[in-house]
């Protein structure tokens, strides 16, 4: 049975979906029309940011990325970690299908990406863009699909986007990490071991996790490695135990407190910022080019073959059992929908391809859109028309 939290989060990431859908459009749009330049001069504004011995200075765009977005990754962090102790990553059982689907969700994505991008005028570099699944996003078109679908469905295609998230973690820390700074990279160290020590102290007041939170992120971000990592190490401290006895534990009342600002600001900021390509005169080279078409078709074809393709092995060999209730025609369906990358995708892209290359930008910001569109129509179709037949079968047997 689905727990508070996750009964909330459902709710909170299908209403922010459509609100991710139009910050994304409002971006293409603007960076496709007459004032494309007031996008460009808004999105590349530089911003300084002084306090005490801290200064740096990045674009708005650089600093929704490197700043707000740990706040995302810290929340994944807090749901990761909720999962594997108490929710469905930590029932063997359940856990098998849903994982098994998200490695392959993951793998042959990131195999024709690859395929696309192995003769002349690939880049091998993007791989990773395709394997990730945007939880918003799918979450609602699961939702637009309409109230027959099993719930277990909806459990399902969290647990695997969860198991996503947390290889795309993975993958970031693997691939994205350059010129270490030791001492600044010991100092993040000595960081997250105060806030896990301070895990112990039940009444540990959130001021003190707070600035703990920002000194580890400030020294990521000095130490060469990605500060999504600091979110989610972050995450990994606190402790599920409440303050006080009956209440809440602190993980879940954290999650609970940040999520809707996560949904509804955070996610729709980086979306509005990091999905607006321009096509004009070089549209063909934008949206056909190597990289545009393997990261779309990693995301439309991949996906649906990865992850249908290994839950349906699993379900075959008795490694797993379908959703309850669920039939292979919607099983289908919710594997294409993992196709919607977006979050996940455009910030792996943006790392896979620095600043100082906008034509590859501009294709992965592409490639996610079309692929990520194409996904979610074919998903929503194939499972409108499942409870369509739904509806038909009740109504005949009424």
Known sequence: MSTRSTLEFLKTETGSGLLLAIAALAAVIWANSRWAWAYDALTHHAVA????????????????KTALMPIFFFVVGLEIKHEILRGELSNPRRLALPVLAAAGGVIVPALIYLAINAGPGGHLAGWPTPTATDIAFALAALAAAGPRMPPTLRVFLLTLAIADDLVAVGLI??????????????????TTAGLAAMARWKAAPYSFWAIGGLLLWGFTLNSGVNTSLAGVAAAFCLPLAPKRGGGPGVLTETMEAL?????????????????????GSGSVKVAFGAVSLGVAGGLFLGKQVGVFGAASLAIGLKWARRPTGAKWLELYGVSALCGVGFTMSLYI??????????????????????????????????????????????????
């Open 349 to 398: 892209g943006a790392l896979a391809f620095p600043g100082g290359d906008p034509l590859h930008q501009a294709q992965v910001r592409a490639g996610v859109v079309m692929g990520s569109l194409a996904s979610a129509a074919l998903g929503l179709a194939v499972l409108r028309f499942s409870a369509a037949r739904r509806a038909r079968d009740e109504a005949e047997d009424g």
């Open 173 to 190: 820390a693997a691939l994205y990490t350059q010129h270490l700074q030791l001492p600044m990279l010991a100092a993040a160290a000595v």
């Open 259 to 279: 999520h809707p600002y996560v949904a509804y600001f955070i996610l729709p900021l980086f979306a509005f910022t990091a999905a607006g390509f321009q096509l």
């Open 49 to 64: 940011v002084r306090f005490g011995p801290f200064a740096q200075e990045m674009s708005v765009s650089g600093w929704v």
